[in-house]
């Protein structure tokens, strides 16, 4: 219960921040974790990946177990260029090239500014 609780209030943050937002994805983000996670659903303002995560709508592991032991020759392999063909994701870049596409990027929104109403705060899930 407190897994969903603290989750409920970190998906709030995200989803009401009006600061700039960048996500990179070093390795795995599946399903609700992508989502969760900062993405552009989410209201992203750039979600980058390495060349080597993995972003689908669930893990590998799960996908096994749903799919019948006949139909294992279907492509399950996530894969980080069908998410960017997607537009689940903006640019993928190699690790080395992280801290100056990061600084690139916040340059880019230094002067982000969001139309929000006056009363900016909700009601945050407890």
Known sequence: AG???????????YAEATVPKITVILRKAYG?????????????DFVYAWPAAEIDVMGEMFADEIVHPASREIEMEPSVLKAAQAGLIDDIFMPAETRERLIRSFDLLRRKEEDRPLKKHGNMPL
């Open 3 to 13: 897994i969903i609780r603290h989750g409920a209030k970190l998906l709030y943050a």
């Open 32 to 44: 609700g974790a992508y989502v969760a996670m900062n993405s552009k659903g989410l209201g992203a």
